[in-house]
């Protein structure tokens, strides 16, 4: 028995809870994760996991070894990538999750400057504006932005996103003057954000001073997506509240108008996350630190 890769498998298993999921993530067959978990409770006599047709769970001994191996394999795995660090020469495939405006305007576009340093590593970009599961889908680490809820997770910061407020020169044309937020409840229309799997709407929050107002928005358009969202926008379909990475090409051209000068919305936070217990090889903590590099170096993003 590989003594080393069954540990690892084990701690796959307990972490995703299935044995098909975790053969995924090590690229093993499943007959081969189950062959070397049962070694691994024969060496230690003891009886790891409760299997079922449906779930996978940890027994009491298995809760105990799961939690005291996961450190030792993240420590040995921590020590022969510090040693690898010297070779400089990162190599193989890490999977990213970002959103879609994210991915297509901040990164993607910088993506050649990565691959010039690091040749040899290739990037598979989940991009999209749901919240990615890292556990059970195998993502090495992933751009959020907010607050963070899950409080298990590591992240670095990237820096804040401003937002901007603007709607099309032909929409304002058509209605009042806008100068008040309050008047996106009645007299003017937004273009609203939801939230993907909970169907939430965005709420706005200004601020101008010591005034506060919290805007729900009329609407006749919402969105789940950042780039429909935009699209909208500039269609004339409501007043748009966006990232000023977004809309600032769109400002450039003449097609969207900047409004409510004097109100602002608090900036987005957007961090790098990545599991505590996910070992960070040499190529992902490359493609961090290059994130770390890109971000801080933006125009639109505040530090």
Known sequence: MDHFLAVQAFNRVAETG?????????????????????????????KLLNRTTRRVTLTSEGAVYHERMRRVVDQWLEVESEIGLAQADPRGRIRVDMGTTIA???????????HARYPHVQIDIGASDRTADLASEAIDCVIRGGDLPDSTLIARQ????????????????????????????????????????SGRHARLAFTRGDEQVTVEGNYVVAANDSNALLAAGAAGLGVLHTPRFMAQHLIDAGTLVPVLHDWTVAPNRLSVVYMPNRHLSVRVRAFVEWLVELFGAHPHVLH
Not at 160 to 189: G, I, K, W
Request: hydrophobic share 55%; aromatic share 10%.
């Open 158 to 197: 990237l820096g804040y996103l401003p937002f901007v407020t603007c709607a099309t020169p032909a929409y304002l044309a058509a209605r009042a003057p806008l100068a008040h937020p309050s008047q996106l409840d009645a007299e003017h229309t937004l273009v609203r954000y939801f939230f993907p799997g």
């Open 18 to 46: 299935s044995f098909v999921k975790a053969a995924a993530q090590m690229n093993l067959h499943p007959n081969v994760m189950t062959k070397l978990i049962q070694a691994l409770e024969a060496h230690l006599r003891v």
């Open 104 to 114: 297509a305007l901040l990164v993607i576009p910088a993506l050649p400057a990565f």
